[in-house]
């Protein structure tokens, strides 16, 4: 006959310490990893959002010159209005400033929690009523902000902060010839 010999075995102390140190680097890589693809994630949708206004303004801003009697936007409620052709390049850059407030865009990076609760849109500095940017959202502080303004007598600039490097704003900033 044979003999049963059970021995009760645990890991070592030095078992566990590999093993709790090899979850910690993998749980620091995750982590890093992650963070990046959140922040990379934040920029690509500041840059879509430019884009899409960027096109809206383009778009609306050519009605009048390939010879539309008005230009349809939203107001700041969201009432789709009209404005008649010519319009000055101070009375259009207010209705796509209204037109981009109505569609409630947040920023990427704030969402519905902005470090001023005046910032409630992506493009105001004043919720209600709308104190809207007249030049690049360049506080680090205003990322995935963006503006719609008057750049010349002739130029009307789109411009968003889509992030921040060396402590510095990164801007795009496009420009659309209004005449």
């Known amino acids: 006959m044979f003999k049963l ?4 075995k645990g890991f070592t102390l030095v078992e566990l310490l590999v093993v709790v140190a090899i979850l910690g680097v993998l749980t620091a890589v995750g982590i890093t990893t992650f963070s990046g ?5 934040k920029i690509n949708a500041s840059k879509a959002n430019h884009k899409q206004v960027f096109n ?3 778009a609306k801003s050519m009605q009048c010159t390939l010879g539309e009697e008005s230009v349809k936007y939203l107001d700041i409620n969201g009432d789709p209005q009209e404005a008649s052709c010519p319009i ?5 850059v207010n209705i796509m400033n209204q037109n981009l407030y109505s569609l409630n865009i947040n920023s990427p990076y704030w969402g519905t929690n902005p470090p001023f609760g005046s910032w409630c849109k992506i493009n105001v500095t004043n919720c209600f009523p709308p104190g809207y940017l007249d030049g690049c959202p ?3 502080r205003m990322t995935g902000k963006m503006a719609i ?5 002739t130029d009307i600039s789109v411009c ?3 992030g ?11 420009k659309i010839s209004y005449e």
């Open 37 to 41: 693809f959140i922040n990379k994630s």
């Open 56 to 58: 809206l303004v383009t």
């Open 160 to 162: 968003t902060n889509v």
């Open 88 to 92: 000055s390049i101070d009375a259009f």
């Open 164 to 174: 921040i490097e060396n402590n510095t704003a990164v801007l795009l900033l496009e």
């Open 149 to 153: 303004y008057k750049s010349s007598e």
């Open 138 to 140: 360049d506080d680090i």
């Open 5 to 8: 010999n059970l021995i009760k």
